[in-house]
């Protein structure tokens, strides 16, 4: 990231063609179903353990930005949350409320559907045009490797539009997966570097849990590269 603002006004142009070429490619891997290697198929266990140790009230409402169909909303909701989740496709969206069997209401919020069932509301449509009015008041964000699964050059933009959608105490509860080579050097407790890059200028980034395995390609063992769980609990700076 950078204050430069001549710099800043040359990379603009570049990020929204990312993001608009994102769009498509996003859309068509729910249309082929190819969400094997984003979609968890039960409630991440890490969310389940370490949740609870922010202390969160109960009815807080929880923003999950590009949540696709994630059933860790249906355990916040357990938990007497009230959700959010943004998604762009219509078909993860769909699937997340029939798959879980629930009655659902469809109403127009701006440029979004808004599908909603009891505590959970998914605005589908492009996070990046989402504005605050849209959302009201949230109190903590759920951000399950959503960062990660854009384009590099967007990344910033993410975390940049992140910001203008949640009050200055609104902590971010992060979960990334971290593919490490061996040979790196790179202790477990190590803060991802392009994290560390994008948040550090406006949020106080705290690793609160790692978890360090070998990594597997179909079926056989990795040797040269080890999977980092970890999760990260943010707050912006005084």
Not at 177 to 201: F, M, T
Request: with cysteine; charged share 25%; proline share 4%.
């Amino acid at each position: 990231m950078t204050n430069d603002s001549e710099h800043t006004w040359q990379e603009k142009p570049f990020s929204d063609a990312l993001k608009r070429e994102d769009n498509p490619h996003w859309l068509q891997m729910w249309r082929d179903d190819r969400i094997e290697d984003f979609h968890q198929k039960a409630v991440n266990p890490l969310l389940v353990q370490y949740w609870h140790s922010q202390n969160p009230k109960k009815h807080s409402r929880i923003l999950v930005p590009l949540c696709g169909k994630s059933l860790d909303m249906l355990w916040l909701a357990e938990q007497g949350h009230s959700v959010v989740g943004i998604e762009l496709s219509p078909i993860a969206v769909k699937a997340f409320f029939s798959e879980n069997h629930l009655k659902v209401k469809k109403t127009r919020k701006g440029n979004f559907t808004c599908w909603k069932s009891g505590p959970i509301v998914i605005l589908c449509g492009d996070f990046f045009s989402l504005q605050k009015h849209h959302l009201g008041r949230i109190d903590r964000v759920l951000d399950r490797a959503a960062m990660t699964a854009l384009p590099e050059g967007v990344r910033g933009q993410y975390v940049e539009q992140l910001r203008t959608l949640i009050d200055d105490d609104v902590g971010i509860f992060l979960l990334t997966v971290e593919d490490v080579a061996k040979n790196s050097g790179l202790q477990l407790n190590h803060i991802d570097n392009e994290l560390a890059e994008l948040y550090r200028e406006y949020f106080e980034v705290e690793l609160t849990y790692a978890q360090r395995q070998d990594a597997v390609q179909d079926g056989s063992s990795a040797p040269g590269f080890y999977i980092d769980n970890k999760v990260y609990q943010m707050r912006q700076h005084p």
